[in-house]
């Protein structure tokens, strides 16, 4: 029997004021808040300029096909793997035994991944033109960007670096079925 939502929040809370104490009792280095960033790794986008959220709104709770939830708002989407990670927690602890990174949907990056890629999907589906990427995880912003851009959709609040083109035209290669290594573009002919 799975544990209701708010005990999910319970147990959470236990949790993090547990490792508030024992962890964080001092200033986070960097490095230490990069590595959480990489363990629980969240992306927020929104329409074109729809960035504000109303005081009270409710979103639709969209189930991803690897169990993340996706917080629809309409016109601004948001998701993370940070409920995962606490249901999986909670079914280790009851179970006894690891409950594994995903449950059978692979690791915490092909789940990030994918999830991504149904926010895209999503995005599509309701018109959106273009996106302002609000906040998360550096390489889901950056996987956002790429397969934005691979379908034709405009992202602002992103500036991609030489590396982010790289990612680009390596991921575009796959897709491609060409599997050759792209090389970085010359930075005097320009992205």
Known sequence: MCPEPNENRAILNEVLAKAKLSI?????TPQEFYAL???YPYLEVCEQGKSI??????????TAKNGWKIYDYGHF?????????????VLEDSEGGEGGEGGGYGTIVQQSVDVVAEMLALAQQKGWTASDIVSGHYPLQRLY???????GLKVNNFDPSLEDYVV???VSALKAKTFYQPKYPHPAAGR
């Not at 964080?24 to 986070?28: N, S």
């Not at 959220?53 to 969209?62: D, N, S, T, W």
């Open 24 to 28: 964080f009792e001092r200033e986070m």
């Open 77 to 89: 989407m948001a998701s993370g793997c940070h409920e995962l990670i606490a249901y999986l927690q």
């Open 37 to 39: 960033m990489c363990r």
């Open 145 to 151: 960007w790429v397969l934005s851009d691979l379908a």
């Open 53 to 62: 959220l109303e005081p009270g709104a409710v979103p639709k709770i969209v």
């Open 168 to 170: 680009r035209r390596w």
